[in-house]
């Protein structure tokens, strides 16, 4: 198996990403000497190991010259200026260039060429003794604790003496992986495994000519060896670079020893969001050379997306390792989605599509014609577009038999839900299996159901083992006993131009999906509401994303049929539109509507709701306590319950959470406190309504101002904000 060492730094030293790392079994860890402060390696290590399991790296300074602190960070070296040379600890400013170790200093020769950062600037020595001064050849804006390399050989000892403490420290900490800059010789290896512990394992860094010269005896002394392509390039000319790789990755590979290589393998993700075909190129024509593993550097320290390095090399590995060239199967084969793409699959597996063939009208008209309510065409329509994947129609007799009795579907998979397209009360039709009806509503075929049974079910017993009751108090009873107790099943199928037609901000399965992986989201969570946001969902959303780590939030509201008091779908949109924007973590959230209405199923429709989710690529769905509840129907525990006796067979991860309340002594919003509910304020749902109703802010803690403040505008401008 190829190995993954990454980096790590300011963009990668945090909890969530540390997780994710490990879930991308990322193999070693780096730690780089030369941006880390030698106080800052211990309290690191314990962070690290709080939250990763791969071991960690400590990556020496090494024989190298650097560039000491700057005041302000950056110097800019005009040409033709004289700069002092001064010895570190002393910091830098105008005129004045400290270098690390300071000891160069005093060895500088007059006449030397000194190339600061990769050529970023060129010095030459002017002046020796007791001011060191250098005139600018070349000028450059240089930064602090960059490499400076002279024209001349310099005797530089393999280890810093903070190199020598952080080994010695690392050693007590348990750390057996160290990373040798700039080894020269076989005597380095051994210097450095005094400090480090007989037992450690010594991975030496080729990347100077001198190790190339002496590479036998490097890989005699070392337990691994890592190419860094990038200092190397400073000694040999980079047109060399390639063909240098390949032939030491063969000599360790003659040698038995791992070799790992470094530098520039993901260089465009460190900004953007995709590699470039040259570098996929490169990091797999790497692995073939024959490399053990691969170093991310820059890209996990200091890029903008760490995870998704991690997830493209992953992904680029497993290509390789199941490279087929030369096969019958042709590597494009089974290519459908990205590999780097860690998105939940669908529940069941697949994600459903019911297009059905353009039909032209005369087709259409000659179809027996089924006309459906508002309710009835967004299953259709939900059906069609995957939200309800596995399933593909209505249930049939031996489906909702199942369903009812066993939450699960005839293969076996869990489906909580009976989904079913029941028949009008007072209507005589009866439709023959293998019938295709063309499905209307609002006078319009949208689309084709192919019947494939047409039964009857007793609806008493039907609502007893759907909503646990048939008391037609519960409004889904109450819904059921409208219509008649025939219930037709089959498949559906959406015509092509009604695939097209959608609500602003609704989203299809797929859709969304290609949001979230255009975010570079792989761990999402998903939100069911039927409301404007209020702080306490607020605290739910954001206490999960950070809980579970996940990249992002899918704000996914009812916009379907309301009942009296809901609020618009069109106010629900617009205040997560604007709570997104002016409140949450960027690249953090994304509301879409959901088109779809309330079962009033209470358990068995809390698990629905997360696994439609799941369908949408959501990894994970907050339940909350009362998830989905219908009066007093069901105790608010009863839906977790349920939920968890399946959890265990379903993709996405669910999210329980505690009843939230604001605590006025702890000033914010909790699950629980020291003084627990005693000073804890609440507002009901329609004590809400009423207070916005006549006009009146909320309080900021149950809804932030600005949301109150646009609902009041809407109302001030006659809009519908809750459903008469
Ligand atoms: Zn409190």
């Given amino acids: 198996m190829k190995k993954i060492l990454c980096t790590l730094g300011p963009a990668s030293l945090d909890a969530r990403t540390l997780r994710r790392f490990d879930e991308l079994e990322v193999d070693v860890l780096r730690i780089n000497l030369s941006h880390t402060e030698f106080d800052q ?4 290590v314990r962070m690290i190991r709080e939250h990763a399991r791969a071991p960690i790296c400590l990556d020496t300074q090494g024989a190298q010259v650097r560039t000491g602190r700057l005041a302000g960070g950056s110097l800019t070296l005009e040409a033709n200026a004289t700069v002092e040379l001064v010895a570190t600890p002393a910091e830098g400013g105008p005129g004045r260039l400290p270098l690390y170790p300071g000891f160069v200093v005093g060895d500088l020769h007059v006449g030397d060429l000194v190339s600061i950062d990769f050529d970023s600037a060129l010095l030459q020595v002017v002046e020796t003794g007791p001011r060191s001064l250098a005139r600018v050849l070349s000028a450059g804006r240089i930064g602090s604790n960059k490499a400076v390399s002279l024209d001349r050989a310099t005797a530089l000892p393999p280890l810093t003496e903070v190199d020598e403490r952080a080994l010695t420290l690392g050693r007590r900490l348990g750390l057996r992986h160290v990373a ?4 020269n010789r076989k005597g380095d290896v051994e210097l450095a495994r005094r400090f480090a512990g007989p037992d450690a394992e010594i991975i030496a860094k080729v990347e100077t000519r001198q190790a190339l010269e002496r590479l036998e005896e490097i890989l005699d002394a070392a337990d691994a060896i890592l190419i860094d ?8 000319p980079i047109e060399s670079i390639p063909l240098v790789q390949k032939e030491v990755i063969r000599r360790a590979n003659v040698a038995g020893v791992p070799v790992y290589v470094a530098t520039n393998l993901l260089e465009s993700m460190i900004a953007g969001s995709r590699p470039t075909r ?5 990091v797999i024509n790497t692995l073939i050379d024959g490399a053990d593993g691969l170093v991310l550097a820059a890209e996990t320290a200091i890029g903008r997306n760490p995870i998704g390095c991690v997830a493209m090399i992953r992904a680029l590995i497993r290509q390789f390792e199941q490279r087929r060239i030369g096969g019958l199967e042709p590597p494009w084969s089974d290519v459908h989605e990205s590999s780097a793409s860690r998105l939940v699959p669908p529940h069941g597996g697949t994600l459903v599509t019911g297009v059905a063939p353009h039909l032209d009208a005369a087709a259409i008209v000659s179809l027996q014609r089924l006309d459906v309510d508002e309710r009835v065409m967004m299953d259709v329509r939900q059906l069609a577009i995957g939200a309800f994947s596995p399933l593909a129609g209505f249930m049939d007799r031996e489906m909702l038999a199942r369903v009812l009795a066993e939450h699960r579907l005839p293969s076996g998979t869990v489906w909580p839900l009976p989904i079913l397209l029941q028949l009008p009360a007072g209507r005589g039709d009866r439709y023959a299996s293998g019938e295709t009806l063309a499905v209307a509503d609002a006078g319009e075929v949208r689309a084709l159901l192919r019947v494939s049974e047409c039964y009857r079910w007793d609806l008493s017993d039907l609502a007893a083992r759907w909503f646990g009751t048939d008391d037609a108090a519960h409004p889904g009873v109450a819904r059921l006993r409208q219509g008649s107790d025939w219930f037709l099943a089959g498949e559906v ?9 959608r609500r602003p901000y609704e989203l299809t399965p797929a859709q969304a999906r290609l949001v979230f992986e255009h975010r570079q989201w792989q761990k999402v969570v998903g939100f069911h509401t039927r409301n404007v946001p209020h702080r306490v969902h607020e605290h739910l959303q954001l206490t999960a994303l950070a809980e579970h780590h996940c990249d992002g939030i899918f704000v996914h509201p009812v916009i379907g049929p309301k009942k009296s008091g809901d609020c618009t779908g069109d106010i629900i949109l617009k205040s997560y539109q604007l709570l997104i924007r002016d409140h949450y973590p960027p690249n953090a959230a994304i509301v879409a509507g959901w088109a779809a209405y309330s079962r009033c199923a209470g358990p068995r429709e809390a698990l629905f709701t997360a696994l439609v989710r799941q369908n949408y690529g959501c990894s994970h769905f907050i339940v909350g306590r009362d998830h989905t509840g219908v009066g007093a129907f069901y105790p608010p525990e009863q ?5 968890e006796s399946l959890a265990g067979e379903v993709g996405v991860q669910l999210v329980f959470s505690e009843e939230v309340y604001h605590c006025e002594r702890c000033g914010r919003h909790v699950q629980r406190c020291e003084h627990g509910r005693r000073y804890s304020e609440q507002i009901s749902g329609t004590q809400a309504r009423e207070t916005l109703r006549q006009g009146r802010m909320l309080p900021d803690w149950f809804m932030r101002e600005d949301v109150s403040r646009l609902i009041l505008d809407e109302l001030r401008q006659g809009a519908e904000v809750f459903v008469a």
């Fill in 493 to 501: 199928a959406l015509l092509p131009d009604e695939l097209r037609r």
């Fill in 229 to 236: 392509r990038g200092d190397l390039s400073r000694e040999i």
């Fill in 180 to 183: 040798l800059s700039f080894t």
């Fill in 278 to 282: 040259a570098e996929v190129n490169d």
């Fill in 41 to 44: 390696i211990e309290p690191w």
């Fill in 639 to 643: 839906s977790r319950r349920f939920c």
